[in-house]
């Protein structure tokens, strides 16, 4: 099992950026792949991007072009990097790691797009 643990979230602008952490009580080395989802008021929870332990990279086609995830294995911890963010990018945005076992999630941290 792993914690998970994201942060970053806030209020933003249209049109601004914002970058998403998310910690991991363990080395995320050997974890098959890592994502970010977000689930928006009145609406179910979706994938926003994975990446997997070699470094493939899928997005939802809604981020794609504006949204980048990456990890750093000597820090255990997964990004988000959202640019240009629109009103609809409002939502809870979590971390989620892909296991053997059950698979783990983070709390959520809250982003809001506003003018």
């Known amino acids: 099992q792993v914690q998970l643990v994201e942060s970053g979230g806030g209020l933003v602008q249209p049109g601004g950026s914002l970058r998403l952490s998310c910690a991991a009580s363990r080395s995320i080395f050997s974890i098959d792949a890592m994502g970010w989802y977000r689930q928006a008021p009145g609406k179910q929870r979706e994938l926003v991007a994975l990446?997997?332990?070699?470094?493939?990279?899928n997005y939802s086609d809604s981020v794609k072009g504006r949204f980048t995830i990456s990890r750093d294995n000597a820090k255990n911890t997964v990004y988000l990097q959202m640019n240009s963010l629109k009103l609809e990018d409002t939502a809870v945005y979590y971390c989620?790691?892909?296991?053997?076992?059950?698979?783990?999630w983070g709390q959520g941290t809250q982003v809001t797009v506003s003018p």
């Open positions: 990446i997997s332990s070699g470094g493939i990279t």
């Open positions: 989620k790691a892909i296991l053997r076992g059950p698979d783990s």
